[in-house]
């Protein structure tokens, strides 16, 4: 059976004027910013000519990493109320831009993701239990797996944004053919850091791509208040940037408009910046409390349009996915992630006598005094 609507609606997307839903008024005019949806809420098939065609076994593949994106959030939430994880920050309504966002991606491409890109890391080959341990505080977490292009994410806000660049120069100078994508939230596209990138990425033509993930909010800042133009998409005109805005939610608009910028990198046309515009249906990390802020309405409003909802709707009607096979795809999927913290905790075990090892060649004089009191305090208290 084929989806429940493939007609083609690709006028609808690309009449301009273009007039989108928004947080604040309702609505607001685009101009000539192209929107890209394939799939509404509902999981309907709205543009056919933009449906990227993918096989039933990739779109499986797909859902499962969409779902494995949620299972591991949701159980390194739990993890970190018990006292096990540190502070994280989780990707909840999220994953369809996650996963959107890599699936086109080869191996020879980089990827430099924010610190809200749990599933998609998982996509391009780290390990849950890697994770965990990184997110919990062992420095083994953090370090590259191999055959896998990715750089370190930051947590100062926007930060990873130029190295990224600086990647894609280097690519472009080496006269390779791989691309970068990187993220960042609605409030990185406002540091200045994130606009001398585009910059330079416009200037000298880099092959990397800019996804802007529009979550709506800026840890207890609504975009409202932080963007004067809450297209974010627009801002890549202004420096020359090819720019698309999509709809976040759905992983096949995600993946077209990807798929577009990506070529477009690798053909050696420079850089293309695609605006994701999603909700944060979580916390902003484990340490914020998003109830003092925004109201249970808006919340209850964007949970209408969760991402793996809607795909799920989409196989359903293409018979790729029933009732019992969710099922167990989400009880499979629920069993590699209880493993992959089992696995953690084998691993997690604590050195705390190494904590002065990792800094200096050679300790100096007065580091050689508190290490000598610190270990002291150690043997006091008998830990080992």
């Known amino acids: 059976m084929s989806p429940r609507s493939a007609t083609s609606n690709s006028a609808a997307s690309r009449t301009h004027p273009v007039r989108i839903e928004s947080r604040a008024d309702g609505s607001i005019d685009l101009g000539s910013i192209e929107v890209i949806r394939v799939l509404d809420e509902q999981g309907d098939v709205v543009n056919a000519d933009l449906d990227p065609s993918l096989s039933d076994s990739d779109l499986l593949r797909i859902y499962r990493g969409m779902v494995r994106s949620r299972r591991l959030d949701l159980r390194m939430l739990a993890m970190q109320r018990q006292g096990e994880m540190g502070t994280f920050a989780p990707g ?47 420095f083994e977490g953090f370090g ?29 100078n080496r006269k390779d053919d791989g691309v970068v994508v990187t993220n960042f939230g609605d409030g990185a596209s406002s540091q200045g850091i994130v606009a001398e990138s585009f910059n330079f990425a416009a200037v000298y033509k880099a092959p990397i791509i800019f996804i802007v993930e529009s979550n709506g909010w800026a840890i207890s800042t609504p975009i409202e208040k932080q963007c004067g133009n809450p297209v974010l998409a627009a801002r890549g005109v202004g420096f020359g940037l090819p720019a698309v805005r999509v709809d976040g939610n759905d992983v096949l ?47 209850k409003a964007w949970e209408a349009k969760c991402p793996i909802r809607r795909f799920e709707n989409y196989l359903k009607a293409r018979d790729v996915l029933d009732d019992e096979a969710i099922a167990r795809i989400g009880e499979e999927i629920e069993q590699e992630v209880l493993a992959a913290r089992e696995t953690f905790r084998k691993r997690a075990v604590p050195r705390p006598k190494e904590i002065f090892d990792f800094v200096y060649e050679q300790l100096p004089a007065d580091l050689q005094g508190q290490k000598a009191e610190y270990l002291e305090r150690l043997k006091r208290k008998s830990v080992e």
């Open 92 to 138: 909840l309504g999220q994953e369809a831009t996650q996963i959107g966002q890599v699936y086109p991606m080869t191996s020879r491409d980089w990827y430099a993701p924010s610190y809200r890109s749990i599933g998609a890391q998982v996509w391009r080959g780290w390990s849950m239990d890697q994770l965990l341990l990184l997110w919990a505080g062992y």
């Open 253 to 299: 608009g995600m993946i077209a408009a990807c798929s577009r910028a990506i070529d477009h990198a690798r053909s050696g046309r420079g850089p293309y910046l695609v605006e994701a515009v999603t909700y944060r249906m979580s916390l902003h990390t484990t340490a914020d409390d998003p109830k003092v802020y925004r109201k249970d309405e808006e919340v």
């Open 144 to 172: 590259i797996p191999e055959g896998v292009n990715d750089l370190p994410f930051s947590i100062v806000i926007g930060a990873h944004v130029p190295v990224a660049t600086g990647v894609a120069m280097g690519i472009r």
